[in-house]
């Protein structure tokens, strides 16, 4: 359940992103940056951090460009290319996630 409501999040940010805010700015990596160290603070271990990171991630780099697509070629021809940097995204996401859940563990002391 958490990692589907890591991906919807992912999804509507990188949605919003490409259409209504901070379309074709730099400045969008800002809230991206913020929610991927939210989703490894919220995560409850090492693995589970990482796996929340990864998936919002890819579907966050998926979303955004599909939805921000205005080419001349079909869509489906441009779907692989969206996989591959989107792997790219989970791979970020990955490192977000767990450096949300180094920095809860740094700043909360059990």
Same mark, same amino acid.
Not at 16 to 44: C, D, K, Q, T
């Given at each position: 359940?958490?990692?589907?409501?890591?991906?919807?999040?992912?999804? !509507?940010? /990188?949605?919003?992103?490409?259409?209504?805010?901070?379309?074709?700015?730099?400045?969008?990596?800002?809230? #991206?940056?913020?929610? /991927?160290?939210?989703?490894? #603070? *919220?995560?409850?271990?090492?693995?589970?951090?990482?796996?929340?990171?990864?998936?919002?991630?890819?579907?966050?780099?998926?979303?955004? *460009?599909?939805?921000?697509?205005?080419?001349?070629?079909?869509?489906?021809?441009?779907?692989?290319?969206?996989?591959? !940097?989107?792997?790219? /995204?989970?791979?970020?996401?990955?490192?977000?996630?767990?450096? /949300? !859940?180094?920095?809860?563990?740094? !700043?909360?002391?059990?």
């Amino acid at each position: 359940m958490r990692f589907l409501i890591v991906g919807i999040l992912g999804a !509507l940010l /990188g949605v919003i992103n490409s259409r209504f805010i901070f379309v074709e700015s730099g400045i969008s990596l800002i809230p #991206w940056g913020i929610l /991927g160290l939210f989703v490894g #603070w *919220m995560a409850r271990s090492k693995k589970e951090a990482l796996l929340s990171g990864i998936v919002y991630g890819f579907v966050l780099s998926f979303a955004f *460009m599909a939805s921000g697509y205005t080419g001349s070629a079909p869509f489906v021809t441009r779907i692989p290319f969206f996989t591959i !940097l989107g792997l790219f /995204g989970a791979l970020c996401g990955a490192i977000l996630g767990i450096v /949300g !859940l180094l920095l809860k563990n740094l !700043l909360i002391k059990k």
